[in-house]
């Protein structure tokens, strides 16, 4: 069974840094795109950042929301077991609840609703 586990959430003041980090495993395919979303209660969930690369190719794309350009990165490790989101100059906006997700329909897409496989979670909570 496919599954992801988020971790590296935490409290940190305004202009500071987080790497949160996405551990994949019991896919069968290891080309899926893999994305970041965060979400506040009551607010829907926003896509960040999404990552892929094809078989044991080094080379991989990368898409990105404007409200994050600049400011997160997201990579993978070269076993591609591991995504990763750094996350700088962070502020208090960026407080929310953050999953990671997998899937293979859509290119590079940070629409929610073409993802099937989502982690828990991770909360990110940054204070003025």
């Known amino acids: 069974q496919p599954q992801l586990v988020e971790s590296g959430g935490g409290s940190v003041q305004t202009g500071g840094s987080l790497r949160l980090s996405c551990v994949r495993s019991?896919?069968?395919?290891?080309?899926?795109?893999i994305a970041w979303f965060r979400q506040v209660p009551g607010k829907e969930r926003e896509g960040l950042a999404v990552?892929?690369?094809?078989?044991?190719?080094?080379?991989?794309?990368?898409n990105y929301a404007d409200s994050v350009k600049g400011r997160f990165t997201i990579t993978q490790d070269d076993a591609k077991t591991t995504v990763y989101l750094q996350m700088n100059s962070l502020k208090p906006e960026d407080t929310a609840m953050y999953y990671c997700?997998?899937?293979?329909?859509?290119?590079?897409?940070?629409?929610?609703?073409?993802?099937?496989?989502w982690g828990q979670g991770t909360q990110v909570t940054v204070s003025s």
């Open positions: 990552i892929y690369s094809r078989g044991n190719n080094a080379h991989y794309n990368t």
């Open positions: 997700a997998a899937d293979r329909r859509r290119w590079l897409s940070l629409d929610p609703s073409d993802y099937n496989t």
């Open positions: 019991g896919f069968t395919y290891s080309d899926d795109y």
